[in-house]
Structure formats: structure tokens, C-alpha cells
């Protein structure tokens, strides 16, 4: 076969010889059949015996023609793709039968690299019909090591021709990058010295640009590295190479020089041992003088400690240094170390005492006396916190909370921004199950909330944080339950700001609300109202509505040009959300019908947020209630919470509690601990609540005869409020009256008295009997018997019982109730010849005149 296939080439060979100008279609034809002829032939082994010498020189004079014909020619100059790629073929096929000894002459070898090294240029071209037959000249090129002979024939331009094409037509193919790889180890192996300047093309594409769209040149580089630090050799050249760039940097080609620790970085992600011996090094450079030299350095060995945690084991003098670097006194440089501190720490979160060390240094920052550092320390922070919440720090999370408190407006707003996204990731948690309810992340609403106290920021007024509240603290798609827990285990952790801040929020809501309201029906009224009267009332009503966006100027504009909207749709909708109490209908509400509208009238956005119920609902009193009546553990803490959270909404939005009865009911019956409250939920809200006599009378009236002082107040309230006929308060008067006779619970008593006085209309026959029993029974009382009253004095602490009767006598029943009993207290005091603030009552003297 051989024989056959050695004569066939010889032939065409000659035939090609004795042509002076073939064509195309002969030269593909002819060479076509060449090459595969050439395939079919065996590499002969190295000739040792005089036999084999014989038959390798009978195999070289057969070859000789078609070589001979390949050089002189003219071929390897063609102009043509396909005629190229058929003489590349059967080039490289006679560089493998005839290895190791070169096919051609050496004067020849540059123009024959050059045909290669143009072929290797169309590899750019992945779907020409010629890239397999391509790909397969690269791949005999890398098995043969025949590119070296470039170097030995002093044609390194070729060489870095040859580098750069790779590195501009590789794509990501495993066969292309496994060979250009091979080929480009091959001449680095020989290039002696021209291995910088080779090592220089391969570090350039390694740290290609932003915007370079060839990834795969990166990843060839990468490969060449690889295989470097593989090979020992080469692996002390590529660490002598980078070495030198810390103590010289003059050594790197010009292009690299602003790249080198880009480079380290990069060497470091695919071949980390070659900078074992670079790292001691870094120390110099993390303390120089020069700022930029110190940044690149902290970038570089941040990365080392990130990619590898035991380098700062191994390297301790490095990480010490390192760390030094947070509280450099340069601004740049400790922003840089708090960047480096956050991939180090996401890549060790749990790195023992290294990553201690590291938060350490990033709770100090959170305290640095420049703002700047301060906020990055607080992203940086607050991106610990997202990688994993469970890891989190309680220490540094208290700290980064604390911002919020800055004394630089521009780090609370950060802060804000930052640990709400916090805030809402630890939300989504809890609600898929993979974490708990932890106060220290609860402590963070808390918190924002207390930053409506700061008087030198607008953004942080009552009117902005409302759509914090509102938009911006709960994931979107969070279920109400879910809402209404971390609601309840605020309230539980810091109760007074909490509560005082929230109260100021939905009170200016209630208000807005309100004057909304009569905006809108005013606008009905417009034909009958004068045109010049209703424009004097629409701009007073819209300055006032004004007031409560966060820029009431710009808000003022919006209303009017609200005024002008022909479009009734959007005032009914307006109409709509005033009355809806339903969280989930008024999102529902806002997402579904009127987006487009919203797209058309920008402004409308935060004015249909603040129509509507979107900080609470009814479902949110629903699910208070409903954790009040399942409460198993008894936390008492939690209970109160809920309790003090049902208040804080029923006081401005009353109407949220109605249909809500048999839940009232039912935590009544169960005797909770926080009944006491829901009972003044009662005395506020009742007016929308629809009780049968029968299931809450009883209860109260308890309440009003044997509670305490407190209980009386708002069980009578509660009877007032739920608006039971004037038989019951007239059965209830009576009942009281005789247990004051009988001096029975006296204090409470008198406080049921003073609720419901006003609403029993023979009240002023008693006036007289009242005033006489006050008179002798208590202003001139000046001992108590043993037994009496004792039952409900209890809540009034460090007093003496007669003077608590007194002060409850008055202050606490009388001069809230009814103008008669205030008289009725004057004509006592006067006729005692006692002073009104002897017995506890503080009131205008222009007012005691008038009732005297």
C-alpha cells in the first residue's frame, strides 16, 4: 500500500513539475489526490539498520518531486483559499512522514510557515465547508512540534503572528484549544530569549478588557498557563517573569505594565501555585507610599485570600499587613480594603478567626471619621448580611442598624436604602422556612422608623417614610400572615418610638384621607357652587393636601392638574380606594385596572398610595386576632405586642375591625391576659361593630361594677360606643348609684359613672343626691374603714387611700364625663372650703368662675 501510494505521489509531483502555469482545477485535483495518497503511508520509525536506511531513502526521493513542486511552484503563494488549504494539507502531510528532518530546504521553511500561518488565520470562519480540513492541518501541526523550527530559522514575526492569530480566531472548541495550546508550549519550550515577549502576547489576551467579546482568547491564555505551571521548567520561567514585576516592573512589555496585578490575579485564578513565591513579596506593596500602588495590591491579595483561604494561614505577615490597610489613612485605600473584605468574607464565611479578623475590621470602619468610609462599610455590611443571613453577625448588624443614626445625611440615606433590602431578603426567608424570627433584624424597621425624628432631612419626614411602609419594606408577594408577625415582634421589641412614630404616620394618613374625601365630594357639588368660591375652596383644600407628600410644591402642581383630568374613572377609583379596607383588594386594585391610567398620569401614583389602605388592612386586625386565639406558646411578651399593634391601627381606621365580632367574642371568653385592650378596642372601634346585647353586655357590665378603675373606663366607653338603648344605660346608671351607696368598689364605680352620665337622660334629677353623698362620704371623709375600697386601688402606687379616693373622685371621673358634675365637684370644694387642686383637678379659673 505504501509502495503504491509513495508512487502515486511521485507522479503528481512530476506532472506538477513539468506544468509552468497549472490552473486551479488541476492543482486541487491533482494535490487532493496527493494528500490523500500521502495519508495512507505510514510514519517510518527512526532508520537504525542499513535496511532501513535504504527504504527511508527510497521514501525520500519518492517525496521529493511533490515537495519540490509545492516550493518552486509558485504554490505557496497562491491566491486562492482552496488551493492554499490543499498545499497546507500536503505540507503538513510530508512534514509528518519525514520527521524529524524537515520536508524543505531552510531557505524555503518561512514561506511554507507563512502559507500555515495564513491557513490558520481562516479558522475565524467556522462555517466554511473547508474548517474541518482546517482544523485537521492545526492538529498534525501540534503532534508534528514542527512550528519550533520557526524560532530556529529566526522568524519570531511569524511566531507572534502566529500567537496573535490564535488568540483572535479560537473559539470555544476544545479541539482548537487543545492544539493551539500544544503548539504555543512547544515554541516557549525553545524560545529562550524570546520567552517574554511570547509569555507577554499570551499575558495580554489573559486579561482581556471589558468589552472584549472573544471570551475564548481569555480561556486559551488561561489553558497556556495552565499547562505551564504543569511543566516545571516553564513554571519556574512564568514565576521568575512575575516576581520581577514586583521588584521591576520595567521587565513587562509597555502594554502590560498597568496590568500587572490584573495579571497576578488572573494567573492566580487558573495557576494559583505559580504565586507562592510572588506573595511575600506583596507585603512591600501593600505599604507603599504611592496610594494607586496600595489599592492595586489590596485588590490583588484580597482576591488571594478569597480564591484561596490558606494563604492568609500560610501567610500570616500578608493578612496582618492586610488588614493594617482598613485603617490606612488613606480614604481610597480603606474603601478598597472594605471591597476586598466582602469577597473574602462571601468566599469563607465560616473561615474561623481570618474572617473574624475581617469583621472586626469592618465594624471599626462603621465608626471611621470620614463618611465615605462609613457608607462603604455599610454596603459592605449589608451585603454580608444578604450572602447568608444565618451567619450573621447580631454585633455587626446592631452596628450597621446604628448608621441610621449618622450624623451625615448622606450615610443614613444609604443605610436606609441598603438595610431594607436586608430587611425584606430576611422577610422572604422566614416565610419559605429556612430562618426564624430573630429580633436584631426586627430591631431594623424599628429603627428606620425612628429616623422620622430627625428634623434636618426631608427625606426622612412622615410623608416619605409612609411609602416606606407602604412600598418598600415587605416583599411585594409576602402574605399578609407573614406581614402582620414581623409587625407583632416589632411592637414587642421597642414599643414607644415604634408606636409614636407609627401613630404620626397613620394620623396624617387618616387626615389626608378625610380631606380627600371632601375634595371629592365637593367636585360633585361644582355646578351649584359658585365657580370663583369653588376655586378659592379647591386651591385652600389643595394646599393642605399638599402637605403631606415629602414636596408639597410639586404635589400642589399635581393636584391641580388632577382638577383638570376629564376622565371620571380616575376620580372613582380615587372614591374606591377612600372606602376599600381590604389589603389585598386594593393591590389587587392597583395592579390590575388602572396601570395604564397610572402610565398616563405619573403623579397619580403616590396619590392613590396614599388614598388607599396599603400600610394596613382589615386582614391585618384579622390576623392579630387570629393570633391572639392560637397563641399556644403564651408568650406574654408577643401578646402585648398584638394587643398594642390592634390599637395602633383601630385608633385612626376604626372601621377595619367590622365583621370581626365572633373573634372579639371568642378571645372574651378565653379570658386572655390582654382583654383589658381589647376591650378599649371595643370603646374606640364599636360604633362599626354589630354585638348582640346578649354576648357582650353582660361582660361589660361586669366590668363597669366590679373591674378596676381602668376596666370601668373603657367597658363603659364600650357600651357607650356600641350604642345599646337608653333603657340599659338607664338600668346601668341605677346599678352604679346603688353600689356607691353601698360603698362598694367605689373608685370604679365613680369612673363607670363619670362614662356614661352624659348619656342618661335623667341624669340632672340626681345632681343634688350626687353632690350630698361626694360631700359627706368622701370630701369630708378623713379615715377609711379597713375593708373598704380596697379592691380597686390597687394601680395607684405611693399614695395614701384617702387621697386616692379624692384624686379619683375628680380627676379621673368627674371632669371628663359632664359639665353638671364639674359644677357639681365646684359646689363641694367651695362648700368644704377645699381648693379645686387639693382634690386633683387642674381646670381654666375663667371656667370655675363661669360654673360658680
Known amino acids: 500500500m ?77 491566491a486562492d483559499k482552496e488551493v492554499r488549504l490543499v498545499v ?181 485564578d487558573c495557576a494559583p501555585e505559580m504565586l507562592v513565591s510572588v506573595i511575600p513579596s506583596l507585603i512591600k506593596e501593600l505599604s507603599a507610599d504611592e496610594v494607586d500602588v496600595q489599592i492595586k495590591a489590596i485588590n490583588l491579595v484580597g482576591k488571594l485570600f478569597a480564591l484561596q483561604h490558606r494563604v492568609a494561614q500560610n501567610y500570616p505577615l500578608l493578612f496582618m499587613e492586610f488588614l493594617k490597610r482598613f485603617s490606612d489613612k488613606s480614604v481610597d485605600v480603606k474603601i478598597s480594603a472594605l471591597q476586598c473584605a466582602k469577597v473574602f468574607y462571601l468566599a469563607n464565611p465560616c473561615d474561623g478567626t481570618e474572617s473574624c479578623d475581617i469583621m472586626t475590621c469592618v465594624e471599626d470602619r462603621l465608626l471611621d471619621s470620614d463618611e465615605q468610609v462609613r457608607k462603604q462599610a455599610v454596603f459592605v455590611a449589608c451585603d454580608i448580611f444578604s450572602s447568608n443571613l444565618k451567619l450573621v453577625s447580631s454585633k455587626l448588624l446592631s452596628q450597621a442598624t446604628e448608621r441610621l443614626r449618622d450624623i451625615k445625611i448622606t450615610v443614613r440615606k444609604s443605610a436606609l436604602q441598603k438595610l431594607i433590602r436586608v430587611y425584606r431578603d430576611y422577610c422572604k426567608k422566614c416565610y419559605e422556612g429556612s430562618m426564624e424570627i430573630s429580633n436584631h433584624f426586627e430591631e431594623i424597621p424599628c429603627k ?119 376622565d371620571n374613572s380616575v376620580f372613582n377609583l380615587l372614591e374606591q380606594l377612600l372606602e376599600e379596607q381590604d389589603f389585598t383588594m386594593i393591590g389587587q386594585t392597583m395592579k390590575d385596572k388602572h396601570l395604564v391610567m397610572i402610565g398616563d398620569y405619573e403623579f397619580l401614583r403616590p396619590l392613590f398610595s396614599k388614598c388607599s389602605s396599603n400600610i394596613f388592612g382589615s386582614e391585618h386586625v384579622k390576623c392579630i386576632l387570629d393570633y391572639l386565639t392560637n397563641n399556644e406558646n403564651g408568650n406574654r411578651n408577643l401578646e402585648d405586642s398584638s394587643a398594642n399593634l390592634l390599637l395602633a391601627i383601630v385608633r385612626y381606621f376604626p372601621s377595619m375591625v367590622k365583621g370581626l365580632e365572633k373573634q372579639f367574642l371568642l378571645l372574651l371568653e378565653q379570658k386572655s391576659p390582654v382583654n383589658d385592650k381589647l376591650i378599649e378596642v371595643i370603646a374606640k372601634a364599636g360604633c362599626h361593630m354589630s354585638f348582640n346585647h346578649s354576648d357582650i353586655y353582660p361582660f361589660l357590665r361586669r366590668l363597669c361594677l366590679d373591674g378596676t378603675r381602668r376596666q370601668a373606663k373603657f367597658a363603659g366607653s364600650a357600651i357607650v360606643a356600641l350604642r345599646f338603648e337608653q333603657s340599659v344605660f338607664r338600668e346601668l346608671y341605677e346599678e352604679l348609684i346603688d353600689s356607691l351607696y353601698s360603698e362598694r368598689n367605689v373608685p370604679t364605680i365613680l369612673q363607670s359613672l363619670g362614662c356614661i352620665t352624659q348619656y342618661v337622660s335623667n341624669f340632672e334629677t340626681r345632681v343634688e343626691e350626687i353632690t350630698s353623698y361626694i360631700f359627706q362620704k368622701i370630701i369630708q371623709m378623713e379615715h377609711l374603714d379597713d375593708g373598704h375600697y380596697v379592691t380597686s386601688l390597687g394601680d395607684t402606687a405611693q399614695c395614701s387611700e384617702f387621697c386616692q379616693l379624692k384624686i379619683t373622685t375628680t380627676s379621673f371621673i368627674v371632669v371628663e364625663s359632664h359639665p353638671l358634675m364639674l359644677l357639681l365637684i365646684v359646689d363641694v370644694a367651695i362648700a368644704t372650703n377645699t381648693t379645686i387642686a387639693a382634690v386633683g383637678i387642674a381646670v381654666d379659673t375663667t371656667l370655675v368662675t363661669a360654673f360658680c
Not at 502566529?162 to 473559539?171: A, E, G, H, T
Request: proline residues 3%.
Open 2 to 78: 505504501d509502495e503504491s501510494s509513495l508512487q502515486l505521489v511521485s507522479e503528481i509531483g512530476r506532472h506538477l513539475a513539468q506544468r509552468t502555469r497549472p490552473n486551479k482545477d488541476f492543482i486541487v485535483k491533482s494535490l487532493g489526490k496527493a494528500a490523500n495518497a500521502l495519508s495512507q503511508i505510514k510514519q517510518s520509525p527512526q532508520p537504525r539498520t542499513a535496511k532501513e536506511l535504504q527504504a527511508a531513502k527510497k521514501q525520500e526521493d519518492a517525496l521529493k518531486p511533490l515537495s519540490n513542486a509545492v516550493v518552486c511552484g509558485g504554490m505557496l503563494q497562491h
Open 88 to 268: 497546507a494539507t500536503c505540507v503538513t502531510e510530508l512534514f509528518r512522514l519525514m520527521a524529524p528532518e524537515p520536508p524543505f530546504e531552510d531557505k524555503h521553511l518561512r514561506d511554507v510557515f507563512k502559507l500555515i500561518i495564513n491557513l490558520f488565520e481562516d479558522l475565524a470562519d467556522t462555517a466554511s465547508p473547508f474548517f474541518s480540513k482546517r482544523v485537521k492541518v492545526l492538529e498534525i501541526m501540534a503532534q508534528l512540534k514542527c512550528c519550533v523550527l520557526m524560532l530556529e530559522n529566526n522568524c519570531l514575526d511569524l511566531v507572534l503572528e502566529m500567537f496573535n492569530i490564535f488568540f483572535s480566531v479560537v473559539r470555544d472548541e476544545q479541539l482548537l484549544t487543545s492544539a493551539m495550546t500544544s503548539i504555543m508550549i512547544n515554541i516557549l519550550y525553545d524560545s529562550e530569549e524570546a520567552f517574554q515577549q511570547l509569555l507577554g502576547v499570551v499575558l495580554q489576551n489573559l486579561v482581556k478588557q471589558k468589552g472584549d467579546a472573544n471570551f475564548a482568547a481569555e480561556n486559551l491564555a488561561a489553558s497556556v498557563i495552565k499547562t505551564c505551571a504543569q511543566e516545571d521548567e516553564l513554571n519556574l520561567l512564568v514565576c521568575g517573569f512575575l516576581a520581577s514585576c514586583i521588584h521591576d516592573r520595567d521587565a513587562m512589555g509597555s502594554a502590560l505594565k498597568q496590568y500587572y496585578y490584573e495579571i497576578f490575579s488572573k494567573v492566580f
Open 448 to 566: 428606620i422608623m425612628r429616623l422620622s425624628y430627625d428634623k434636618d432631612c426631608k427625606e426622612f419626614r412622615f410623608q416619605n417614610l409612609e411609602f416606606v411602609l407602604s412600598d418598600d419594606l415587605f416583599p411585594e408577594d409576602l402574605p399578609i400572615e407573614e406581614r402582620t408577625n414581623h409587625w407583632i415582634h416589632m411592637f414587642s421589641l421597642s414599643r414607644f418610638p415604634l408606636e409614636k412614630a407609627l401613630d404620626i404616620i397613620l394620623v396624617q394618613k387618616r387626615r389626608f384621607q378625610n380631606e380627600m374625601k371632601n375634595y371629592l365630594t365637593m367636585r360633585k357639588k361644582m355646578k351649584e357652587i359658585c365657580l370663583e368660591e369653588m376655586q378659592k375652596k379647591i386651591d385652600s383644600m389643595f394646599t393642605k393636601l399638599a402637605a403631606f407628600f415629602p414636596d408639597s410644591h410639586k404635589a400642589e402642581e399635581c393636584l391641580h392638574k388632577l382638577n383638570q383630568i376629564k
